[in-house]
């Protein structure tokens, strides 16, 4: 059995008086793609930002390899291992693709060359633009980016905000498709999807999270047979 990589425990988290996050427990095994469902406001980037340290939370715990996140500045949380690939991809658009990849590398000082060789091979359409300002990129091109930055930190467990969000269906392809061979590299994933039916496909074990609240879990398979997450989140009846 593999060992329990992200242990999220009784998390509470809070925008002013507003709880985003109601007291959520799960966890990640090392190796595994678990995947966070769930409608618009259910809070999974917020859960990804806290796991990131880049909001607080106001109670519960995150051990990541049995260590407490929860007090740890967000630079840290990079340097022990985890990276996140935001939502809305936020690259920087004035900087050229390679160098927003070596801005990913900052907590290494230094970019590592076969990480970027690697990070080429999984997306060639980064190679042929890596002197193209990154504000020219296509969305679908923008979101590879973001994930290859992430992965410049040479995390061992990568957090991936809704990668397929506005981006044309032959892209998202790509990028699931990259996402299972990041995988096979040996670095975990922490997936948030809005699209269940891709992301359930990919995962090995899902979440579903509903205003704040885990309400469904299970393996991948179970998920996609569930009958409230069918009617709920892959549009069957
Ligand atoms: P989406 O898929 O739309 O991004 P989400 O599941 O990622 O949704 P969150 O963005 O985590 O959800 O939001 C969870 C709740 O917290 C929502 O009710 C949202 O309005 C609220 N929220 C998020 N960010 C803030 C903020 N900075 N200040 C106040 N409330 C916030």
Redesign the pocket.
Known sequence: MAETLLEVKDLVVN??S?Q??KGISFDVKEGEIVSVL??????????L?TISGLIKAKSGNIFYKGKDLTKMPAHKIVQAGIAQSP?GRQVFGTLTVEENMKLGAYSQKTADKDTLEWIYELFPRLLERRKQLAGTLSGGEQQMLAISRALMAQPKLLLL??PSLGIAPILVKMIFAAVKKISSHGVTVLL?E?NAKAALKLADRGYV?D??NVTIKGSAKELLSDPKVQEAYLGKK
């Not at 769930?38 to 859960?47: H, L, R």
């Open positions: 925008y002013g507003i985003a996050i769930g409608a618009n406001g259910a809070g999974k980037t917020t859960t930002r939502e905000d809704e948030v809005q999270l205003v704040g």
